[in-house]
């Protein structure tokens, strides 16, 4: 299985992660000389208690989503919402998406795949939208850690039916978008008939 | 009480998964913890830097400035500006989380900051740039984009609606 993480992203992801500590690491000097030492002291032993109560549910979480990139049958999956349609296969991509955890190495690859497995835009809109803002994983590892409950309760009941809306809004556009572009068909809009 | 049942559910998962990948007898297991592992070295060094420097800078911002800024009184401007901040925002969800929880305690409103998680979720520029564009290809990213735009200022607008609805008081 290509594995686009090996390749594009090493160096991106290690600047990325150099500018994070370098922005922790100026902040921590700033907040010292600005604040003191004792509030200084105060927000590190805050955020390390914090760490703390974090580590056990990402140490969850990662082995979590290393166990299902080698279970889930990614094709197999792709191929069975690829034949749903309506807004039933709709509600079902967005399911998945919610459900598959893991980052975008695993997302993107499996939107593709759907799309080459029949799917319209739709289904895939309907996908990463679910990936985005109803992971399971992400809410219960990360969100439900770092913030108030009610708020993820909030935020998360407000996002359920976005997966469908922005699916639905993907295919009205892309039907509009399909007609009014006959035959300057992509790369990536190969293989449908509609 | 939500903490430990999450916890239990994930752990639940874990053993489960453990077992079927165990039970396969072809290195499945070992694939999965050599994922893990990759994911954990990936993971912790930003986790480490972005829960202490939100920490850090959170204490050094002003809550007034914050609150004049993305706070509950800021209308429609500060949930644009939230969306632009979570699109934003790089990096995976420790960054992110970690921003708008320390926001939130210092004065943040929170439809602000649930448009900020959602522009987050549905657009950040590094994501897209990184993976979605590379991956999906130009056109069909470009749809989604256009589609999801809107989406994080009218979940801030709906969040306003339901915390005005459940707290009429504040």
Redesign the interface.
């Known amino acids: 299985m290509p594995n686009p993480a090996q390749a594009g992203c090493r160096s991106p992801s290690d600047a990325g992660l150099l500018v994070v500590a370098a922005v922790a690491v100026g902040a921590g000097i700033l907040c010292y000389i600005v604040k003191g030492r004792e509030v200084f002291l105060a927000t590190l032993s805050d955020d390390l208690g914090l760490l703390a109560s974090v580590l056990p549910k990402v140490a969850a979480g990662v082995l979590l989503s290393g166990l299902l990139t080698v279970l889930l049958p990614r094709d197999k999956v792709a191929r069975w919402m690829g034949a749903r349609s309506g807004v039933r296969g709709l509600v079902l991509a967005g399911a998945v998406g919610a459900l598959l955890p893991g980052g975008p190495m695993m997302a993107f690859p499996l939107g593709v795949a759907l799309r080459s497995a029949g799917a319209d835009i739709g289904t895939v809109v309907a996908f990463l939208t679910g990936w985005g803002l109803l992971s399971v994983n992400r809410t219960l590892v990360w969100e439900l850690s770092f913030f108030p409950h009610d708020f993820v309760y909030l935020r998360y009941a407000l996002s359920l039916a976005l997966p469908v809306l922005l699916g639905l809004a993907a295919r009205l556009f892309g039907a509009r978008d399909a007609a009014g572009r006959q035959g300057g068909g992509t790369a990536n809009s190969q293989g449908r008939a509609e | 009480m939500?903490?430990l049942i999450?916890?239990l559910?994930?752990?639940g998962?874990?053993a489960l998964?453990?077992r079927?990948?165990w039970r396969r007898h072809d290195g499945?297991f070992h694939?999965?913890?050599?994922?893990?592992?990759f994911?954990?070295r990936?993971?912790a060094?930003?986790?480490?830097?972005?829960?202490?420097?939100a920490?850090?800078?959170?204490?050094?911002v002003p809550p007034e400035l914050v609150a004049s800024i993305i706070g509950d009184d800021t209308g429609v401007a500060g949930l644009l500006i939230a969306s632009a901040l979570g699109a934003a925002t790089?990096?995976?969800?420790?960054?992110a989380?970690?921003v708008?929880?320390a926001a939130?305690e210092v004065g943040a409103g929170?439809p602000q900051?649930?448009t900020y998680?959602?522009a987050w979720?549905?657009y950040n520029v590094?994501?897209t740039s990184?993976?979605?564009l590379?991956?999906?290809?130009?056109?069909?990213t470009l749809?989604?984009l256009?589609?999801?735009l809107p989406?994080p200022l009218l979940?801030g607008l709906?969040?306003g609606e339901?915390?005005a609805l459940l707290m009429p008081a504040g």
């Open positions: 939500t903490i999450a916890s559910l994930l752990y998962a874990v998964l453990a079927l990948a499945s694939s999965a913890l050599k994922h893990a592992g994911q954990a990936l993971v060094p930003r986790l480490f830097f972005a829960v202490l420097g920490g850090f800078i959170a204490a050094l790089p990096g995976g969800p420790m960054l989380f970690a708008g929880s939130l929170t900051i649930v998680v959602t979720g549905l590094n994501r990184i993976w979605e590379p991956i999906v290809g130009r056109r069909a749809q989604r256009a589609i999801a989406a979940l709906a969040a339901v915390v």
